[in-house]
């Protein structure tokens, strides 16, 4: 049995949803785990994680839009207002979404069901760099 | 010790928390696991995952009363609607809940508190067979 | 590779986000777990776990009003009204927030992100003892 972390670090140009699949099942690959368990954390509080549908582009524009709606910019109740009218929506979407995900790994395959993808919530306009640490025991 | 992964399904008459505890308990006696974690993760984006109060049914009903009535079904903001009204609001509940769950296990049981169960979270009308991957680790 | 559970106890003086961080920074340092994974699993339906900035104070206050405002005492759906006016409330909060969250273990650290604190959120008014399971799996 093995237990490693290993860090991801994900470029975004900007707010949105931005799929990891990929990343996450290359270093699978070289990971070399037949059977066990990816536990992923995102080291932020203004960015998430989620597993939704990754077919089709309108489900994931109606979960931004919805969201965006749930928690605008500049409601009048925010205090949290010195980092920009973006940074305390950004922490409510976070808090309302997942800091983290563990997701089993069977026959060296994350077992994702067929519509879900991994995505990186990017709830800020500013930042670029995001860092996720991906855990994994198995054998 | 010893990590290992198994699939547990569960069918549904329609939408609803449908308590799994009990499934649960009975998968992990079989197990003969002394202490560790279960980590359940459910493989759809229509249907999710929670824990919650299990012994008055009365809030077992809010909960569901009180997200239907934030994520109603026909919002003007939706765009993915050809697979039905129900369709955007299941995965918008789903993203609000959980897509998995840790609970750790001692004494071969899981450590739910008292009023705890576990249940799945049916949020379409027409969908009958969900699937759940169990992974446990211990020893 | 070692795979333990312990319970920490955290007493409260009303609603509110409490920070955990120092004490499980201290259960670490005694577990000498090298490298690894700790899960929190809080045993309880009207209190829950998050991570957020606990930097600025402000931030944290902004969660807590927002919150309330989205999920106020008296609701008229409410049928779960017995045990008070803020029991369900208390439930549906947690609901949106998280019964588990896991950390990985770097360098017998937990390896949080610079702005990342973990909060206890008690949001029932009587309650002034919780328990969380702690389990850590690692070497």
Redesign the interface.
Known sequence: ?V???HIVDVEVPGPGLYEITGDLNERLKALQIE???M?L?????SASL????NA?P??K???E???N?L?PEN?A????V?EGADD?PA??K?????????????KRTL??????GVFLWEHRRATKKR?I?L?V???
Chains 1, 2, 3 share one sequence.
Not at 77 to 80: A, D, E, L, N, R
């Open positions: 049995m237990i490693e972390n059977s066990g368990l536990t954390f995102i080291q932020h509080t989620l597993i939704q549908e089709d309108s489900a524009r109606d979960l839009v919805w969201l709606r928690v409601d109740i925010y205090s949290h010195a305390m922490h409510i976070a808090m309302l979404t997942a800091v983290n995900l563990s997701i089993p790994i069977s077992v994702l069901g067929t519509w879900q860092q640490v855990n025991v198995g054998r």
